[in-house]
């Protein structure tokens, strides 16, 4: 299971013989997988700021775990064509999450315990907001291009009558600067191919003869140029029509066809050299103009040539890792070792408030060996800490402070201090 129970108790003689006991029978039971969660002597302060300070850190807790289950998703967002590879991409200093939380450490030079314990908490929360704000900064323009790139592949793809045809077309497929003639681009069912051959050149007076070639096709038909004078082309259109054959509106503007490729060219570059694993353009195994045919004459656009690499090309080029990915696997690494470190925080705070000082406690790290032995290994640990509960409540009471998260009779309460660590959360 990837969930872990990390508790504590009081670190007198009686209480570490509770915990061999427990850890005797859960060993036994198989329930549970046990090791020692060793926590740095921090400064403590007052009861007051301990109190304080253990609000703070339940805010904490749940402002990093939504931070890192984001992180995780981004990564998945990013490795679209990968999904399968995530989990290896969601790392705590360059180990799996699991050994990380099993072998924990301190982390001195970053967390110094010297400090006083509302330092480290500060320290700990400015590393969590600064992440939070790049993410979102990063993620948002990494969002911009992803729908950007997929607004240009709906245009892109498609049939005949809706799709971009800039990338179809060529400039030597249209009579231009012409006074008095003019290219129509026609749109012919693929059953009616024949029939646009015998009279296309009748539907209106003054069509060019033996002006029309097919250019491209979809599954339903294909696009044919055709050149007839200025004067005829509205009659020409209506005859057309008549037959089934639809005259796609377009003119042939160099000027715009060249924005709009090297639009393209720019997005494709962008999602290539900064989200190397994303696959939102060029997906295996296809290309963004992937219904069509093109018979004409190559356009040579850098674009188009991206569009048409063999598929082996586009997959290595994305085995690498693009500036987004490497920042979302170091951060989101920054931010799960916090989080644990926050838990290891909750645990102290929450110690020295139930069981007093001087600081004597002894954390463990429980792994339960799968969920149906939970509620068996709960009522091992409630029946070999039960005297815990007394020992807490006089405390409370001695102390005449509220505890926040302890009630005593409440179904949330235990006699020992706990919290979960549920890293199912990132799958």
Known sequence: MSEFWLISAPGDKENLQALERMNMVTSKSNLSHNTKFAIP???????????????????????????I???AQSVADVMEDSEGKVQENLLANGGGLTSFVTHFEWDMAKYPAKQPLVSVVD??????????????SRT?????????????????????FTRTLSDIVSKEDFVLDSE??????????????SQWQRTYESLSDMVVPRSTKLIAEDPEGGLFTVTLFRRVMDDFKTKAKENKFMVREFYYDEKEIKREREEMTRLLS????????????????????????VKGAPLGSPARLAAGQPD????????????????????????FIAWIHIKALRVFVESVLRYGLPVNFQAVLLQP??????????????????????????????AAVEIPGLQLGSQDYFPYVYFRIDLSLLD
């Open 41 to 67: 002597d921090f400064k403590v302060g007052t009861l007051d700021s301990l109190v304080g300070l253990s609000d703070e850190l339940g805010k904490l807790d749940t402002f990093a775990e939504s931070l």
């Open 69 to 71: 289950k984001r992180m």
């Open 123 to 136: 320290a700990v929360a400015k590393q969590l907001v600064q992440i939070d704000t790049d993410v979102k």
């Open 140 to 160: 948002a323009a990494y969002s911009a291009l992803k729908t950007a790139l997929e607004n240009l592949e709906r245009r892109s793809t498609g049939n005949l």
């Open 180 to 193: 008095y003639l003019v290219t129509l681009l026609v749109i012919v069912p693929k059953a009616s191919y």
């Open 270 to 293: 962008d999602k290539k050299q900064q989200y190397q694993n994303s696959c939102v353009a060029l997906k295996k195994g296809s290309s963004i103009y992937r219904d069509h045919k």
């Open 312 to 335: 082996r090309e586009r997959e290595s080029e994305g085995e690498g890792e693009g500036p987004l990915l490497r920042w979302l696997k170091v951060n989101f690494s920054e931010a």
């Open 369 to 398: 060996h799968k969920k149906s032995a939970t509620k068996r290994l709960r009522e091992v640990l409630n029946s070999v800490f039960r005297h815990l509960d007394e020992v807490a409540a006089a405390s409370i009471l001695d």
